[in-house]
């Protein structure tokens, strides 16, 4: 019988998996959805509300945004925008579907995660907490970069992964 190097490192994973489940270890495996490049503009004093964007790559079966929240508001939605009439509407969403294999991007005049009642001034430099709540994939924590008013860290226009 010839094996593969393939095979054979296929096999050592299944052995690890069964060894690991029969030691009842969680498996650390590739998640499925990552989120990435979050940040939302500084806001000016007495502002109660902000917006962050952000990007999420799925690199799995398709999954559905269903929730936010954070501790730096009283409340976050879900928030699609559209240009009507020359007007911009902003319309909550409950759900937000991220197809297999597609990376969804909130970006400025569009889908974006919306703050209400800020607890505090969202200042440049500083970083809030978000908890985003997945059908499938669950609850993913992520670091919010607050940048200037001006625009977004030069980082979001990467699509690396782990790019810095
Ligand atoms: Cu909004």
Redesign the pocket.
Known sequence: MIATHRGLARLGRIVALAAAAVLGVAVAAEPAIRVQNAWARATPPGAQNG?VYLQIANHGGADRLVGVRTSAAHAA?L?T?ATRDGVVE?RRVDALPIAAGATVELAPGGT?V?LFGLAARLEAGAHVGLTLTFANAGEIDIDVVIVDARGPPATTHEHGHDAP
């Open positions: 917006a939605e928030h925008s902003m974006h919306m």
